[in-house]
């Protein structure tokens, strides 16, 4: 049977804009399943926080549920290659943090290069750390501290929550603008390394906010100063480090990212929620809570953020020498 012309064309113009009309729904219709977020690191620590504040928001937000999957081991890298080896579709993000631009100078033998094989979707907070005391422990101030680690080298015990950690990265980076030998003390996570400076088997500690709190608060810890550049709302009276030594300044981050090569609306998507979220003022108001601020940015952002942060971090754990064990 032949069509008539007019009704042929129609059917033409139609069948040409299925491939369009096609990805539109696809996208439009994203998540049509449950999304994994997947952390590095254990259950009940600042990154699994943040993984499930933003899980429940996007779940809330998209309908679909966002769960939360804890890989921990190898400072990250569990989780960030399984995140790499996923069907880029959008189903698998991970939970990307400041160990990610550690991670390329500490392992020498990656199978995976995270600046190519991570796409960011978007930053989420960034926040502070602080250098805490035992109450025992001299030295009341940053200048007392140096002052007293000149005078006793390698005599003062700074507690780390094991290689390439936050605690880590940070006391070499206060070491070498300090110039003071101080002996940096591995545990196996904060939390253990937290115990034995409560205990006085080490002086001193870089811990986060919202695991020092508390213990500052009953007089158990003695706060020093902030790792940010600007004093803490939650302390406005402890100083910040760079107050005594100009330049230094650590902020642990966190935010969302998915396999390279992920469509660009499935991105465009999770970043305008995962925005929206951080301009929530209950939100907001939790970021303060704990320390930080939020970290709101187009994709392009958060990508021109990490590779400044790697070239930084880059540098200090190569000056130090440092490598995973």
Known sequence: ?????????????????????????????????PVHIISGYAPG??????????????????????????RSGAGGNIATEAVVRSAPDGY??????ISNTF??????????NFLRDIAPIAGIFKGASLLVANPSFPPKSVPELIAYAKANPGKISMASAGIGSIPHICGELFK???????????????????????GGQTQIMFATVPSSLGYIKAGKLRALAATTKTRLNVF??????????????MTAWT???????????????????????????????????????????SPADFGAFI???????????????IKAE
């Open 1 to 33: 049977m032949k069509l008539p012309r007019r009704k042929f064309l129609h059917l033409a113009a139609s069948a040409a804009a299925l491939p369009i009309l096609s990805r539109i729904a696809w996208a439009d219709a994203y998540p049509s399943k």
């Open 45 to 70: 620590g600042i990154n699994d926080l943040f993984a499930r504040l933003m899980g429940q928001w996007l779940s809330q937000r998209l309908g679909q549920q966002f769960i939360v999957e804890n």
């Open 92 to 97: 698998t993000l991970l939970l990307a943090d």
């Open 103 to 112: 991670n390329p100078a500490l392992y020498d033998n990656l199978k995976f």
């Open 176 to 198: 070498t603008m300090a110039g003071v030998d101080i002996v940096q003390v591995q545990y196996r996570g904060a939390g253990p390394a937290l115990v034995d400076m409560l």
């Open 236 to 249: 406005p009276d402890v100083p910040t480090v760079a107050e005594f030594l100009p330049g230094f300044e």
């Open 255 to 297: 935010g969302l990212g998915a396999p390279k090569d992920t469509p660009r609306d499935v991105i465009a998507t999770l970043n305008k929620e995962t925005n929206a979220a951080l301009a929530d003022q209950a939100m907001r108001a939790r970021f303060a809570e704990l320390g930080g601020v939020a970290l709101p940015g």
């Open 307 to 321: 590779g400044t942060e790697a070239e930084k971090w880059g540098k200090v754990i190569r000056t130090a020498g």
